[in-house]
Every structure is written in C-alpha cells, then in structure tokens.
C-alpha cells in the first residue's frame, strides 16, 4: 500500500470564501454563526478533495480562522495583558486586528515566505492554561464525515522561538511551563482513537539551531512520546535542512520526521540516522510553496536515492511544505494561455500528483486514469523543457556575456557631477514615488483592462491625473518631483506584464495574512523588455515642469522576491535576466531626459536566505543584479533606491555596495536610532530617511516634523540627507497626503532659516 503525505492544505478558499466572509463579519454585516457556517464548509471541502485524491494523511487542525500561531497563543493561553476581559471570537479578533481599546499583536513574515503570522506576546504574568476545544473539535469534525485526519500542531519549541517577551527575559525560559500543557493535550488527544497521528511542527530547527535550543529537543520529544501508546508523532521541519535537530530527535522516540527534500536538499545528509533508528521518513518532495507541475519522472529518481538508504516501505511520499503557499485550482485559470496552463499545477492539482508519485515510487499498478495522468505529465514536462515561450537565445547570450557589471565613475566623481547638474539644497525634499490611488484612477486601469475605455481616453486620464500631482507638488514646493505612479497597479505587475516571460493568473490568491490575499505574477521563461516601459508617463511629467522630474523603477530583485519564479533556472540567473531589463528602461529615461532615476528594492532584505552561512552567496548576486541593472546610466545620471526597512545594521555594508547614489529608507517611527549605524560606519552615499509614516492616517504638524529633521542632523550633516516620507503614498487620501507633504516643506523651510 502506498502512503502519501499532505503537511497542511490552503484554507482562505478556492474563491476566497474565507476572506469574503470574515470582511463583512468585521464590518458587522455577517454574524458569526455565518462565519462558522462558511468554515465548516470549507474544512469540509478540503479533507474531501484530499481523500478523493487518494491522500493518505489529511491535516486537521491545519485551519485557522486567522492564523495558526495565533490560534496556538490561544491555545496555551497566553493572552496579552490588554485584551483582558474579552472572550471566543472577541478576544480571537482583538488580538489579531486590534480594537479600539488596544492595538493589535505584532505580525511578521513566516520564515522565507509571503504568509505572515501573529507573534505571541509572552510574559512572567501569564497565566498559561490549556484550551484544546479547537484542536479536539477539528478532529472530531473530520471523522464524522469519515475522514480520519492526522493532527497538525505548532511544536512549543517553535512556538517559544517565535514568540516575544513583552517583559525583560528569554521566551525559552517558559519551557518548563508549556511543555505540561502539551503533554495535557497529547493526553486528551489520545482519547479520542484508538490510534492518532499527530504532525508537530518545528520549522525553527531549519534556522540552524543555537545549542540552547538544540538542547531542549531531548527533553521535549522525551516526554511528548512518553504521553500515550495510542500516539504516532511526526515531527515536522519545512523551507531548508534542519540537520542538527534531526540529530537529535532520532534519539527520541517519534515515530517519523518529516523533511523538505526541495528546499533542504542537505537533508538527505540525514538519510542514513533515519535508516539506523528506524524512523518514518516523511519525504517532502512535490514543492509545497511554488505552482510549477511536478516532474514526477525526477521526483521519482530522487525517492529512489533516498530509498538506497532508508527503508522504502519507511519512505512516505509528502508535500515539501504546507500547500498555504500555493494557489488552490488551475480550474478557474480560464483565460490563461492553454500551453501555459499546462506547466503549472495548484494546490488541489498538487494532490494528484502526490497520489501518482506515490503509486509510482512503490510500484503499484496504475489505473487507466493515472496511467494517463502520468503520460500526459511527461509530456507537460517535455513541453516545457523546449518551448520557445520559455527558452530566448537572445536573452540567454546577451545575459552570458555581459561585460558592463557597473556604472562608470566613483560615488564622489559621480556625486559632484550630480550636484552640478542638478543643482539642489541640503535637505532637498521629496516623495517616494506614488500618490493617492483614487477611485477613479483605479477605474480607468479597471476600464482599460476590461475594454471599455480605449488606450487614448486611458492615456489622457492618467495624464490629468498626472497633471494634477504636479500641480500639487509645484504648489506646494517640493523640489524633486515624482508623477504619481497611476498607472500602477502594483510595482512590481506593472513591470511583469510589459515584460516577456511573466505570466499572470486569474484566480493564484495566496494567503498573505488574516483575511489578505496576494495574486503573485509568475516568471515562467526568459525575461526580455520588448519596448520601454515608463518612459512615456516619466517624460510626459517632465515636459510639463520646469523641476526635476525622478523616475521610478522597481529594480530586479523586488521584482524577483515578489513573483512565483520559474524552478528550471536558478534564481540568481533570472534576477539577471530582470537586471539587464531594468538597465535597458534606464538608459532609456536618460536618454529621454531624465536626470534622477529611483530603482525601488522594497524586497531586497525579503530574499534572504534562513541560513546565516548563505547569506554571502545572496548578497553577492543580489547586489550583482541592482548594480547590472542601473550599469547604463551616465555618471550624472543620479540614482536612487528605496527599501521599506527601518533595520539595516546587519546589512549596511551589502546596501553600501550597492553604490546608488542616494538611498530612501523607513526610518519615521524609530527616531534617529536606527540611522546611527549610517555614521557609524562612514556611509558616505546620500540618504532620505523617511520623516513621517504613511502607514497612519495621522497627519504630522510641523513642529513634529522639525523635530524630526534635527533628530536626523544630530547624525547625519544636511549635505548628505533628503527630506521625504517612509513609503509610497498609493494607500493614503489626498486630504492625508496633502496637508502632510505641505507640513513636511514647512518643517524644511524652518530648519534651513535656522542653520542659515
Ligand atoms: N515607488 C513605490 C511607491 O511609491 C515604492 C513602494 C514601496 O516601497 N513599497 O509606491
Ligand atoms: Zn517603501
């Protein structure tokens, strides 16, 4: 009998039912019986589509209204001090949105990817109790349909790990508190069946883990198999190798480790530990996280290596990951390129092609439908190896022989030129880039997209629109100006649709965080720019000012982190392709006339990799690439980049070798603190530290912004700083940005006249 694997299934809904639901239960329009009805519904409709897929190990538990770590801080009850009082689905909310009492818990980004979880707020003051009703109910929901699931739980070492202390100390230091609350739910747990598999992840073994941590493994996994007979566990890593720790837990009495052979390819250095102790090993090897279809040929080849070692009838065939970060069905791609279409494969796609490996891998005969199935995957797969969608000679060469890695001159020639050209002040104001994305601008794209307005009536909109940023900007005296960015939609769509070998899907939602989806482009061959790109909107803007007008690019490596990217070509080979791209636009706007020339890299730090030791390797590509795409422009050309970060103590020699010549950051809410490490460490390349957030719709007085702007020249002198916001203003009103912006040339006014 084959045994398949499935870590945890996508939940939002294959048309976001999830989402829709939640909205108007936020909004009051729903009740929340509602959003237990659509829930239900959904948990339901998922465990089917895996059974009927033949999936073998079906997650329960692996929803979540909001967020699992949330639902885990829960759980254990650690419940923040402020939220005292409120109860179930209140108290749920609370905690993850806020309300008007208090602000909400803190999100980040979970490991390497786009889904951002809730990080628990921990403390000497709590008082952690167990509340398992949602684990035992989700069980208990499965089998009454007759579906008997697996149980999927955060492990608590990866919950400490994650987790913050509001007070002084280490998170660590409630191992001894929450472990009991654990083993008390692996026991009420073990009531429920005669015999239950429980997945227990600990995706913070793959960081590389300290000794400290490492040193808990033992004891935790000791004690959580010592719970009950009835209890198979699994222990579960994702996104890289976890070596260390998997050291360790064989020594435990789990009954399996699951592993990612896709991302962790130093995992199968574990294979013979595996074998000696005689573990299940629970074989991630269809991509979890990406929408290629799986070659099931290789996939293969690579289960029969592993099974040279481990035992096959102890390999169980699994996803590499949670599919959570992968669209749900290619079945509402309507209007995608047929061809196209045949190389990818979602969420529910994904289950087919497990059931198929792993029918494969243990020899069972194939039905006439798998049979097909797995032809028609050769020939998917061979389709895409030769297809000239894919594969552009012209890109490959003109990417091989690049010999212009940089632009010419040194940051002070460069700089001094600039100065002469360009001519601007100290604290030379600005803004980021986008301006209100208005109803109406929205509408045309909307319109343009769908047919109902010609490119002439579009083109003259936007021009309006972008008359009337100029108007603004002149009015209110800024000096180097911007269009507006209406055209955008988003920064980094824009650039995939113009751009050859990007795709886009019509229905690819993945979950972001809470109720927020994000539809990603996809790069699935060589990337060539067959026309600029910008250069009509940046020019047009130019022709109708007499000031600097900044042009604005995303440069290649946001462009990358933010896309699904192919997985027949190596990152660091595609970010290439996007760099020559991007340094084709630039030379063009010069060309054009075009004189500051701004390559936002919003998601520079976003690529880093979970592993300290490849962190070199990233930064020299990375770094590569900005440097590729912004070689052609001429050493007055000056150039900008703007990262949404506030954080760059770890990484300002990497931002530093960049070499652009002035760089925007997200300073507003951290003072000054966090532009030391700029004089600490000599940085001598110009800097705008954002004086306000534009993530509030709190409108800064002047005197606030004044303080800001001192605060900032206690670190840096005012030759070497720009004034602007923290961000793009696309998400903020006009009656925000307006007032805001005037406050912030007021602010400047005032501080010059002083130094004067
Ligand atoms: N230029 C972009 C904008 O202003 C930058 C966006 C971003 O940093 N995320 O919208
Ligand atoms: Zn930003």
């Not at 966090?674 to 800097?687: C, D, H, N, R, S």
Request: aromatic content about 10%; overall charge negative.
């Amino acid at each position: 009998m084959s045994k398949n694997y499935v870590v945890g299934f996508p939940r939002i809904g294959e048309q976001r039912e999830l989402k829709k639901i939640l909205e108007l239960f936020w909004s009051k329009k729903a009740d929340f019986s509602e959003v237990e009805k659509v829930a239900s519904e959904l948990k339901s409709r998922h465990w089917n589509y895996q059974k009927e897929a033949g999936i073998d190990f079906i997650a329960s538990n692996d929803f979540s209204l909001y967020d699992n770590m949330l639902d885990t801080a829960v759980m254990l009850g650690a419940i923040p001090k402020r939220f005292a009082g409120l109860s179930d689905e209140t108290l749920y909310f609370a905690m993850a949105r806020g309300n008007n009492k208090s602000v909400a818990m803190e999100m980040t980004k979970w490991f390497n990817t786009n889904y951002h979880y809730i990080v628990p707020e921990l403390s000497k003051e709590d008082n952690f109790i167990l509340n398992s009703t949602k684990v035992m109910n989700e069980y208990k929901e499965a089998k009454a349909q007759g579906i008997t699931t697996k149980i999927n739980l955060i492990g608590p070492i990866t919950f400490l790990g994650l987790s913050k202390r509001v007070d002084r100390g280490d998170t660590y230091a409630f191992f001894g508190k929450i472990l009991p609350l654990y083993e008390q739910l692996l026991e009420e747990i073990s009531e429920l069946d005669e015999e239950i598999t429980i997945q227990i992840d600990e995706p913070i073994f793959v960081k590389g883990v300290e000794p400290k941590v490492l040193s808990l493994i033992k004891p935790c996994y000791d004690a959580l198999c010592k719970v009950s007979d009835k209890l198979k566990i699994i222990v579960t890593t994702y996104f890289e190798h976890s070596n260390e720790a998997t050291k360790v837990l064989i020594h435990t009495p789990v009954w399996g480790v699951g592993l990612d052979f896709m991302y962790g390819e130093k995992n199968l250095e574990s294979l013979d530990l595996i074998k000696n102790a005689n573990k299940k090993l629970i074989a991630g090897v269809l991509d979890g996280r990406n929408i290629w279809k799986n070659n099931i040929e290789e996939t293969v080849t690579l289960l029969e290596k592993i099974a040279q070692t481990v035992k096959r009838e102890n390999v169980i065939v699994s996803s590499s990951s949670s599919l959570l970060h992968t669209p749900f069905s290619l079945k509402y791609e309507e209007k995608m390129n047929p061809e196209i279409k045949n190389w990818l494969s979602y969420a529910v796609e994904k289950l087919d092609e497990i059931n198929l490996i792993s029918k494969v891998f243990q020899g069972e005969a194939l039905g006439e439908k798998e049979q097909k199935a797995f032809e028609a995957n050769k020939s998917a797969n061979k389709s895409r190896k030769n297809s000239t969608r894919i594969h552009n000679k012209a890109v490959q060469n003109r990417v091989k022989n690049i010999v212009k890695f940089e632009r010419e001159g040194a940051y002070e020639e460069r700089i001094a030129l600039q100065h002469k050209v360009l001519n601007y002040k100290p604290l030379v104001t600005t803004t980021i880039g986008s301006f209100p994305q208005t109803q109406e601008v929205r509408k045309a794209r909307r319109d343009l997209k769908n047919g109902s307005i010609d490119d002439k009536t579009y083109t003259n909109e936007m021009f309006q629109y972008i008359d009337d940023c100029l108007a603004f900007q002149e009015e209110c005296g800024l000096e180097v100006l911007v269009h507006g960015e209406p055209e955008r939609n988003d920064m980094v769509e824009y650039f995939g649709e113009q751009l050859q070998g990007y795709g886009f899907s019509q229905n690819g939602w993945v979950q972001s965080y809470g109720s927020r989806c994000v539809k990603p482009p996809f790069i699935y061959g060589d990337i060539s720019r067959p026309k600029p790109m910008t250069v009509e909107w940046i020019t047009y803007a130019q022709n109708r000012t007499e000031k600097i007008m900044k042009g604005m690019l995303t440069g290649p490596v946001t462009i990358l982190n933010w896309s699904f990217v192919r997985d027949d070509l190596e990152r660091s080979k595609v970010s290439k392709q996007i760099a020559v791209a991007i340094c084709d636009e630039v030379d063009d706007l010069q060309k054009a006339g075009i004189k500051i020339i701004q390559v936002d890299e919003a998601a520079f730090k976003e690529g880093y990799p979970l592993r300290a030791t490849d962190i070199p390797r990233y930064e020299n590509w990375a770094v590569r690439d900005f440097k590729i795409a912004v070689s052609s422009a001429y050493k007055e050309t000056q150039i900008h980049t703007h990262m949404c970060y506030s954080e760059f103590n770890d990484i300002i020699r990497t931002i530093e070798a960049m070499d652009a010549d002035v760089i925007s950051i997200e300073t507003a809410r951290s003072g000054n603190e966090l532009l030391k490490i700029f004089a600490q460490v000599g940085y001598k390349q110009e800097v705008g530290p954002g004086v306000y957030d534009i993530h509030s719709p709190r409108i800064p007085s002047v005197e606030e912004i004044v303080v800001q702007i001192k605060k900032l020249l206690e670190v840096l002198p005012q030759e070497q700083l720009w004034i602007n916001p923290d961000c793009g203003l696309k998400t903020r009103k006009w009656e925000e940005v307006k007032p805001s912006l005037e406050n912030m040339v007021k602010a400047v006014k005032i501080v010059r006249e002083e130094l004067a």
